[in-house]
């Protein structure tokens, strides 16, 4: 079983459209949680902390359940430059590990 | 905000030359590098992570001998492809860590190398 596991989609969705993606962890000795993006061919880039209360920016609203060992991304009201790739990153005592990404383009 | 370089962004070497990958902290000091590989439309793959001033922990499956990692400072760490080969193809991407930013990493843009 994969450290991080994630739906890779692609999701492709019209402007406006809700769209959420999901993502599992094995290690529930996991500290902290983020959404990264990455466009193709750059670097990945912090999108935004994911705490266990729940948290939003924007239009994008991340929920952890340590319980389930889950994380997801809500991306509301979809612009044309969110199409990129979503990586869920869980954090362990000293590395960081990354699921393999989540596709989404968004389509005028 | 905290900015990470890598130097270079690109290049080209013939089959069995050496590659240096330069990737430095401009404006922190980083207590912890990453070395990640992806190739294209996969996940970044974690290399090894680095302590400055000690030896680099590198991944299962990650030969130490053909991927040096030299962190000698808190804000340059490099990681030297030896005898490189075709399929060592990729992009390289450094990430450096301070315990200040709660775990949070910032990247470099990348390297990509491409060995002919």
């Known amino acids: 079983r994969k450290e991080v596991e994630q739906d890779p989609g692609p999701f492709n969705v019209p402007e406006g459209a809700t769209v959420a993606f999901n993502c599992t962890y094995s290690n529930s000795a996991s500290q902290s949680f983020f959404w990264y993006r990455q466009d193709c061919r750059k670097e990945p880039k912090l999108l935004m902390s994911v705490y266990s209360s729940g948290n939003e920016d924007g239009r994008f609203t991340a929920q952890l359940n340590r319980a389930s060992q889950y994380i997801s991304l809500l991306i509301r009201d979809s612009k044309l430059s969110d199409s990129a790739t979503y990586l869920c990153?869980?954090?362990?005592?000293?590395?960081?590990?990354f699921g393999a990404g989540t596709r989404l383009t968004v389509k005028p | 905000g905290a900015v990470v370089s890598q130097h270079p962004s690109r290049v080209i070497c013939k089959s069995g030359t050496s590659v240096k990958i330069e990737c430095r902290s401009l404006d922190f000091q980083a207590t912890t590098m990453f070395w990640y590989r992806q190739f294209p439309k996969q996940s970044l793959m974690l290399m090894a992570t680095s302590n400055e001033g000690s030896k680099a922990t590198y991944e299962q499956g990650v030969e130490k001998d053909k991927f040096l990692i030299n962190h000698a400072s808190l804000t340059l760490s490099t990681l030297t492809v030896t005898s490189a080969h075709p399929e060592d193809s990729s992009f390289y991407i450094c990430?450096?860590?301070?315990?200040?930013?709660?775990?949070?990493?910032?990247f470099g843009p990348g390297t990509r190398l491409t060995v002919t």
């Open positions: 990153v869980v954090n362990g005592n000293n590395d960081m590990r």
């Open positions: 990430s450096a860590r301070t315990i200040a930013t709660a775990y949070e990493q910032y």
